[in-house]
Protein backbone atom coordinates (compact mmCIF):
# COMPACT_ATOMS: atom_id res chain seq x y z
CA UNK A 1 0.00 0.00 0.00
CA UNK A 2 1.49 3.10 -1.08
CA UNK A 3 1.47 5.58 1.41
CA UNK A 4 1.23 9.23 -0.51
CA UNK A 5 -1.35 11.60 0.60
CA UNK A 6 -3.36 14.27 -1.83
CA UNK A 7 -5.85 17.09 0.16
CA UNK A 8 -8.44 17.47 -0.45
CA UNK A 9 -9.82 15.24 -2.41
CA UNK A 10 -12.25 17.49 -4.48
CA UNK A 11 -12.30 21.48 -4.34
CA UNK A 12 -14.97 23.49 -5.97
CA UNK A 13 -13.57 27.11 -6.27
CA UNK A 14 -14.65 30.58 -7.43
CA UNK A 15 -12.48 32.15 -10.32
CA UNK A 16 -9.49 34.21 -8.66
CA UNK A 17 -9.02 32.35 -5.69
CA UNK A 18 -5.61 31.57 -4.34
CA UNK A 19 -5.87 27.79 -3.91
CA UNK A 20 -3.02 25.21 -2.61
CA UNK A 21 -3.54 21.67 -3.17
CA UNK A 22 -1.52 19.56 -1.04
CA UNK A 23 1.36 16.35 -1.30
CA UNK A 24 2.50 14.08 1.24
CA UNK A 25 4.72 11.14 1.20
CA UNK A 26 5.72 9.09 4.17
CA UNK A 27 8.21 6.81 2.23
CA UNK A 28 11.27 8.95 2.21
CA UNK A 29 11.31 9.26 -1.64
CA UNK A 30 13.86 11.90 -2.91
CA UNK A 31 11.95 12.38 -6.11
CA UNK A 32 7.73 13.94 -7.01
CA UNK A 33 5.73 14.41 -9.62
CA UNK A 34 2.25 16.39 -10.14
CA UNK A 35 0.61 15.37 -13.40
CA UNK A 36 -2.46 16.92 -14.80
CA UNK A 37 -5.37 15.01 -16.19
CA UNK A 38 -8.78 15.72 -17.77
CA UNK A 39 -11.58 13.63 -17.87
CA UNK A 40 -10.78 10.74 -20.44
CA UNK A 41 -7.90 12.13 -21.33
CA UNK A 42 -3.82 11.29 -21.10
CA UNK A 43 -2.13 12.30 -17.94
CA UNK A 44 0.31 15.46 -18.24
CA UNK A 45 3.50 16.01 -16.49
CA UNK A 46 3.27 19.74 -14.55
CA UNK A 47 6.07 19.93 -12.22
CA UNK A 48 8.55 17.31 -10.51
CA UNK A 49 11.41 17.50 -8.31
CA UNK A 50 14.53 15.58 -7.69
CA UNK A 51 14.61 16.56 -4.12
CA UNK A 52 14.79 19.36 -1.53
CA UNK A 53 14.94 22.53 -3.15
CA UNK A 54 14.62 21.46 -6.55
CA UNK A 55 11.96 22.36 -8.94
CA UNK A 56 11.47 21.48 -12.28
CA UNK A 57 8.75 22.29 -15.26
CA UNK A 58 7.32 19.38 -17.17
CA UNK A 59 6.05 19.08 -20.63
CA UNK A 60 2.64 21.31 -20.20
CA UNK A 61 2.87 24.29 -19.39
CA UNK A 62 1.14 25.40 -16.25
CA UNK A 63 0.00 28.39 -14.24
CA UNK A 64 1.11 26.61 -10.76
CA UNK A 65 3.74 26.50 -8.86
CA UNK A 66 5.47 23.78 -6.77
CA UNK A 67 8.41 24.11 -3.57
CA UNK A 68 9.93 21.50 -2.07
CA UNK A 69 11.36 22.54 1.39
CA UNK A 70 10.74 19.21 2.81
CA UNK A 71 11.29 15.70 1.49
CA UNK A 72 7.77 14.54 2.03
CA UNK A 73 5.97 17.47 1.00
CA UNK A 74 5.28 18.52 -2.77
CA UNK A 75 2.22 20.83 -2.64
CA UNK A 76 1.10 23.01 -5.77
CA UNK A 77 -0.12 26.77 -6.05
CA UNK A 78 -2.62 28.20 -8.05
CA UNK A 79 -2.44 32.26 -7.56
CA UNK A 80 -5.73 32.95 -9.37
CA UNK A 81 -7.67 29.82 -10.30
CA UNK A 82 -9.17 30.14 -13.58
CA UNK A 83 -11.89 27.84 -14.75
CA UNK A 84 -9.49 26.55 -17.54
CA UNK A 85 -7.66 24.95 -14.71
CA UNK A 86 -10.61 22.51 -13.68
CA UNK A 87 -8.72 19.27 -14.15
CA UNK A 88 -7.80 16.26 -11.77
CA UNK A 89 -4.34 16.48 -9.88
CA UNK A 90 -2.41 13.85 -9.62
CA UNK A 91 0.65 13.59 -7.47
CA UNK A 92 3.49 10.83 -7.47
CA UNK A 93 6.76 9.84 -5.33
CA UNK A 94 9.49 7.71 -6.65
CA UNK A 95 12.85 6.91 -4.93
CA UNK A 96 15.87 6.34 -6.47
CA UNK A 97 17.50 3.52 -4.73
CA UNK A 98 16.96 0.67 -3.18
CA UNK A 99 13.84 -0.64 -5.28
CA UNK A 100 11.70 -1.08 -8.33
CA UNK A 101 12.06 2.96 -9.12
CA UNK A 102 8.50 2.58 -10.17
CA UNK A 103 6.19 5.60 -9.39
CA UNK A 104 3.37 5.82 -6.23
CA UNK A 105 0.52 7.95 -7.41
CA UNK A 106 -1.83 9.32 -4.44
CA UNK A 107 -5.98 9.57 -4.62
CA UNK A 108 -5.88 12.54 -7.04
CA UNK A 109 -7.65 16.34 -6.50
CA UNK A 110 -10.22 16.99 -8.56
CA UNK A 111 -10.54 20.89 -8.79
CA UNK A 112 -13.59 22.30 -9.96
CA UNK A 113 -13.22 26.49 -10.83
CA UNK A 114 -16.54 28.16 -11.39
CA UNK B 1 7.28 13.35 -26.34
CA UNK B 2 6.40 9.52 -25.49
CA UNK B 3 8.67 7.01 -26.95
CA UNK B 4 5.89 4.45 -27.11
CA UNK B 5 3.00 3.88 -29.16
CA UNK B 6 0.22 1.40 -28.16
CA UNK B 7 -3.42 0.69 -29.85
CA UNK B 8 -5.82 2.99 -28.38
CA UNK B 9 -8.08 0.53 -27.38
CA UNK B 10 -8.90 -3.63 -27.06
CA UNK B 11 -11.38 -5.83 -25.98
CA UNK B 12 -10.82 -9.18 -23.99
CA UNK B 13 -13.11 -11.76 -23.08
CA UNK B 14 -12.77 -12.66 -18.75
CA UNK B 15 -10.94 -15.70 -18.18
CA UNK B 16 -8.81 -15.47 -21.43
CA UNK B 17 -5.41 -14.12 -21.73
CA UNK B 18 -5.27 -10.06 -22.56
CA UNK B 19 -2.00 -9.09 -25.13
CA UNK B 20 -1.33 -5.80 -25.13
CA UNK B 21 1.59 -4.67 -27.43
CA UNK B 22 3.87 -1.60 -27.15
CA UNK B 23 6.24 -0.26 -29.58
CA UNK B 24 9.34 1.52 -28.54
CA UNK B 25 11.49 1.21 -31.61
CA UNK B 26 14.10 4.23 -30.20
CA UNK B 27 14.71 2.47 -26.91
CA UNK B 28 18.27 3.26 -25.56
CA UNK B 29 20.09 0.49 -24.20
CA UNK B 30 20.04 1.55 -20.93
CA UNK B 31 15.88 2.22 -20.86
CA UNK B 32 13.68 -0.31 -18.74
CA UNK B 33 10.64 -0.95 -20.35
CA UNK B 34 7.43 -0.22 -17.17
CA UNK B 35 4.08 -0.76 -17.24
CA UNK B 36 1.20 1.00 -15.26
CA UNK B 37 -2.85 0.67 -15.09
CA UNK B 38 -5.21 3.22 -14.50
CA UNK B 39 -8.79 1.79 -13.34
CA UNK B 40 -11.61 4.80 -13.45
CA UNK B 41 -9.95 7.97 -12.47
CA UNK B 42 -8.00 6.93 -9.57
CA UNK B 43 -4.03 7.12 -9.81
CA UNK B 44 -2.06 4.84 -12.05
CA UNK B 45 -0.97 1.53 -10.23
CA UNK B 46 2.77 0.39 -10.94
CA UNK B 47 2.45 -3.57 -12.87
CA UNK B 48 5.99 -4.89 -14.16
CA UNK B 49 9.11 -3.37 -15.41
CA UNK B 50 12.55 -4.77 -17.57
CA UNK B 51 15.30 -4.32 -19.20
CA UNK B 52 15.90 -7.10 -21.71
CA UNK B 53 14.54 -10.45 -20.22
CA UNK B 54 11.24 -11.53 -19.97
CA UNK B 55 9.54 -10.78 -16.31
CA UNK B 56 6.76 -12.29 -14.29
CA UNK B 57 5.15 -11.63 -11.42
CA UNK B 58 1.80 -12.01 -9.39
CA UNK B 59 0.20 -9.53 -11.77
CA UNK B 60 1.37 -9.98 -15.42
CA UNK B 61 3.90 -11.06 -17.76
CA UNK B 62 6.06 -9.05 -19.37
CA UNK B 63 7.76 -10.15 -22.89
CA UNK B 64 10.73 -7.74 -24.29
CA UNK B 65 11.74 -8.86 -27.82
CA UNK B 66 15.36 -9.52 -28.89
CA UNK B 67 15.68 -6.48 -30.49
CA UNK B 68 13.95 -4.49 -27.72
CA UNK B 69 11.94 -2.02 -29.78
CA UNK B 70 8.58 -3.45 -28.61
CA UNK B 71 6.74 -5.34 -25.66
CA UNK B 72 3.16 -7.30 -24.51
CA UNK B 73 2.08 -7.24 -21.33
CA UNK B 74 0.07 -10.26 -20.52
CA UNK B 75 -2.89 -10.55 -18.18
CA UNK B 76 -2.99 -14.69 -18.14
CA UNK B 77 -6.66 -14.67 -16.93
CA UNK B 78 -8.20 -11.48 -17.56
CA UNK B 79 -11.44 -10.32 -14.89
CA UNK B 80 -13.86 -7.40 -14.92
CA UNK B 81 -11.45 -5.89 -12.38
CA UNK B 82 -8.50 -5.47 -15.34
CA UNK B 83 -10.68 -3.29 -17.37
CA UNK B 84 -8.61 -0.28 -17.34
CA UNK B 85 -6.05 2.01 -19.08
CA UNK B 86 -2.90 0.50 -19.77
CA UNK B 87 0.36 2.60 -19.97
CA UNK B 88 3.79 1.55 -21.58
CA UNK B 89 6.52 3.77 -20.44
CA UNK B 90 10.29 3.64 -21.10
CA UNK B 91 12.79 4.86 -18.99
CA UNK B 92 16.35 4.35 -17.71
CA UNK B 93 15.00 3.10 -14.47
CA UNK B 94 15.07 3.74 -10.92
CA UNK B 95 18.57 6.10 -11.20
CA UNK B 96 16.92 8.26 -13.88
CA UNK B 97 16.18 12.04 -13.37
CA UNK B 98 14.18 12.67 -16.54
CA UNK B 99 10.95 12.89 -16.76
CA UNK B 100 8.41 10.39 -16.63
CA UNK B 101 6.01 10.92 -19.71
CA UNK B 102 2.62 9.02 -19.91
CA UNK B 103 1.29 8.51 -23.22
CA UNK B 104 -2.41 7.54 -24.09
CA UNK B 105 -2.19 4.43 -22.74
CA UNK B 106 -4.54 1.12 -24.10
CA UNK B 107 -7.81 1.12 -22.85
CA UNK B 108 -8.76 -2.31 -22.13
CA UNK B 109 -12.03 -3.78 -21.69
CA UNK B 110 -12.50 -7.35 -20.11
CA UNK B 111 -15.81 -8.58 -21.92
CA UNK B 112 -18.29 -10.80 -19.44
Known amino acids: EADIYQTPRYLVIGTGKKITLECSQTMGHDKMYWYQQDPGMELHLIHYSYGVNSTEKGDLSSESTVSRIRTEHFPLTLESARPSHTSQYLC?????????????FGPGTRLTVT | DAKTTQPTSMDCAEGRAANLPCNHSTISGNEYVYWYRQIHSQGPQYIIH???NNETNEMASLIITEDRKSSTLILPHATLRDTAVYYCIVRVGKTSYDKVIFGPGTSLSVIP
Open chain 2, 50 to 52: GLK
Open chain 1, 92 to 104: ASSETSGSRGEQY
